[in-house]
């Protein structure tokens, strides 16, 4: 088993910066890929960016290229990201989520642990 503690979400303006991390814990050499996630309001939860562990090789929405970082610390075995340039329609619960390999990596099935979510809220 695997657990994950994510953090880091709160009320910022648009145009912003925020850092969320998400620290593993318990089987943590079982991880391949570690993602993030979102859900607004009435939608449905999507990918935005994904890391593989060993390599570092990443992926993202294309909704946040170029404004937000995946990066990780395999020491710390702790997930970031850094997310610059906010916009309202970036508001929503944040979930970071580990995966041992399986499925694909851009959807949530691709993920076997889940953290318990951040909110994130970017003001016009």
């Known amino acids: 088993q695997v657990q994950l503690v994510d953090a880091g979400g709160g009320l910022v303006q648009a145009g912003g910066s925020l850092r969320l991390s998400c620290a593993a814990s318990?089987?943590?050499?079982?991880?391949?890929?570690m993602g993030w996630f979102r859900q607004a309001p009435g939608k449905e939860r999507e990918f935005v960016a994904r890391?593989?562990?060993?390599?570092?090789?990443?992926y993202y929405a294309d909704s946040v290229r170029f404004r937000f970082t995946i990066s990780r610390d395999n020491a710390k075995n702790t997930v970031y990201l850094q997310m610059n340039s906010l916009k309202p329609e970036d508001t929503a619960v944040y979930y970071c989520a580990a995966g041992i390999g399986t499925g694909s990596s851009l959807s949530g099935g691709g993920y076997q642990y889940w953290g318990q979510g951040t909110q994130v809220t970017v003001s016009s």
């Open positions: 318990g089987h943590t050499s079982s991880i391949f890929r």
């Open positions: 890391i593989t562990w060993s390599s570092g090789n990443t």
